[in-house]
């Protein structure tokens, strides 16, 4: 089987302006992610995981090294066909939620494929069975300001998964939310990956890693450490993520 995500050698370095100073975000980083698995990346601030994140979201270009996703490696994709790519493979879910005020529930989940120019009856089709399982179905002709934290989320994570992407691309989801919501969408999450959805998540949180399968640790740029869950409970899990990153700050100090 062929991999979803395939991570090789991949480095980012950012010049300044007077090209005197180098930084570099990533070094030689190589990981790869299995069609249907849920993956979280943690890390301290200034590790490089959001670097990483805009890297695999097409957003950024790396320094060398490759990113392919199901046999498609990212460097041959041309700018201008990009976001055309990003809204056909890619599902996003922020930590800000990026809806827009001016469009109800219903309209800014269908955005994507408004900008992808798919049929309004093909729309239509796809979204009372979403709506059904993420509970929005209530909501639809609501608008952004009209409703919760955590419903807003719901809508966020209804917008990527109508496209039928590849993989979600997660930042920080679980960050503006409280813990009851963030507890609804990690059970959203899983549910999701139940049924053969990919996820990738990036998060500083050790308990929305721990509903993951697997966790990868970035410090200074290199995958420093990995986890896998396997059939450890999530409660035990969540404490081994916790000690990894406790020797992870320890030995940047």
Not at 83 to 92: C, D, E, V
Not at 108 to 135: H, Q, T
Not at 182 to 193: G, I, P, T
Request: zero cysteines; hydrophobic letters at 40%.
């Amino acid at each position: 089987m062929s991999k979803m995500l395939d991570v090789n050698r991949v480095s980012k370095v950012y010049t300044t302006r007077n090209n005197k100073n180098k930084v570099e975000a990533l070094k030689d980083v190589t990981f790869s992610v299995e069609p249907g698995e849920y993956v979280a990346i943690m890390g301290e601030s200034g590790s490089g995981k959001s670097t990483l994140l805009n890297i695999l979201a097409t957003l950024d270009n790396p320094t060398s090294g490759d990113v392919v996703l199901e046999d498609k490696n990212l460097k041959s994709i041309p700018q201008s066909k990009l976001a055309t790519f990003r809204r056909k493979h890619l599902g996003f879910v922020f930590q800000d939620f990026n809806l827009l005020d001016t469009l109800s529930v219903k309209d800014n989940i269908f955005l994507p494929l408004v900008l992808s120019k798919v049929p309004l009856k093909e729309m239509e089709r796809r979204l009372p069975s979403l709506a059904n399982e993420l509970g929005l179905t209530d909501l639809l002709e609501k608008f952004p300001y009209e409703i919760s934290g955590g419903q807003k989320q719901r809508v966020a994570v209804a917008r990527s998964l109508i496209t039928r992407p590849n993989i979600i691309l997660a930042d920080e989801p679980t960050g503006a939310l409280d813990s009851k919501s963030s507890k609804h969408l990690l059970d959203l999450f899983e549910k999701v990956n139940e049924t053969g959805q990919t996820i990738l998540m990036v998060t500083h949180s050790a308990k929305a890693a721990s509903r993951a399968s697997r966790v990868l640790f970035i410090k200074d740029g290199v995958v420093f450490h990995q986890l896998y869950k396997g059939d450890v409970p999530a409660s035990d899990f969540f404490k081994e993520i916790n000690d990894t990153m406790s020797i992870l700050l320890k030995e940047g100090e």
